[in-house]
């Protein structure tokens, strides 16, 4: 039973592109979360989905970023004209109810 | 959520006991306390919740005072790879619309 697996690990993106981050749950898994960590910072709640559906998203910035989780394939983040002040480790979390959170390796975003 | 109090660092030697604490004055009846840890650069990784009862499992242990306002993570025989940032975080039971609220965590440092 694979874990909950992110792509890519590592992101490279001029100023102004958009950068998409993948996340696909744990097999059973229908609630997905994603966290962004600032260097030497902590983590930070963005948005919660389940499939088709935005639940909370009261962590992600007003403008840029968006999410969503499409009934079939992986959940998506997206953010749009990238700036350097989004250069993070974006997390993701699947859990299904009843269950704790697992929890991916990361994606790393660096905007040049 | 309720917040929670953690040291911001400690030191322990490798083979002993690290005792790690959290303060928890305001929790709620109905919130669980759960402790996660983040090895450096990566997703965080679940160690163990608990109610009331103190709880053990195969990586560690958590003791709960009896009012219920403080705990303590027990990892039995530190090792070297046991060096992360520890999270303690309060949480209203299992659900899965409940989000985990990261809070600065204590950095463990596991010396030789």
């Known amino acids: 039973n694979a874990g909950v697996m992110q792509n890519p690990r590592h992101l490279v993106r001029r100023r102004g592109q958009e950068a998409r981050l993948r996340c696909s749950p744990m097999?059973?898994?229908?609630?997905v979360y994603w966290y962004r960590q600032l260097p030497e910072e902590g983590l930070k709640f963005m948005v919660y989905?389940?499939?088709?559906?935005?639940?909370?998203e009261s962590g992600m910035p007003k403008e840029r970023f968006s999410a969503e989780f499409p009934k079939e394939g992986p959940s998506i983040l997206r953010i749009q004209q990238v700036v350097r002040g989004d250069s993070a480790a974006y997390f993701c979390?699947?859990?299904?109810?009843?269950?704790?959170?697992?929890f991916g390796s990361g994606t790393r975003l660096t905007v040049v | 959520d309720a917040k929670t109090t953690q040291p911001p660092s400690m030191d322990c030697a490798e083979g002993r006991a690290a005792n790690l604490p959290c303060n928890h004055s305001?929790?709620?009846?109905?919130?669980?306390v759960y402790w996660y840890r983040q090895i450096h650069s990566q997703g965080p990784q679940y160690i163990i919740h608990?109610?009331?009862n103190n709880e053990t499992n195969e990586m560690a242990s958590l003791i709960i005072t009896e009012d219920r306002k403080s705990s303590t993570l027990i990892l039995p025989h530190a090792t070297l790879r046991d060096t992360a940032v520890y999270y303690c975080?309060?949480?209203?039971?299992?659900?899965?619309?409940?989000?985990?609220?990261f809070g600065g965590g204590t950095r463990l440092m596991v010396k030789p």
């Open positions: 305001t929790i709620s009846g109905n919130e669980y």
């Open positions: 608990g109610l009331k």
């Open positions: 989905l389940q499939k088709e559906n935005i639940i909370d």
């Open positions: 097999k059973g898994h229908s609630h």
């Open positions: 975080i309060v949480r209203v039971g299992n659900n899965a619309g409940n989000m985990l609220t």
């Open positions: 979390a699947s859990s299904q109810q009843g269950d704790g959170y697992t």
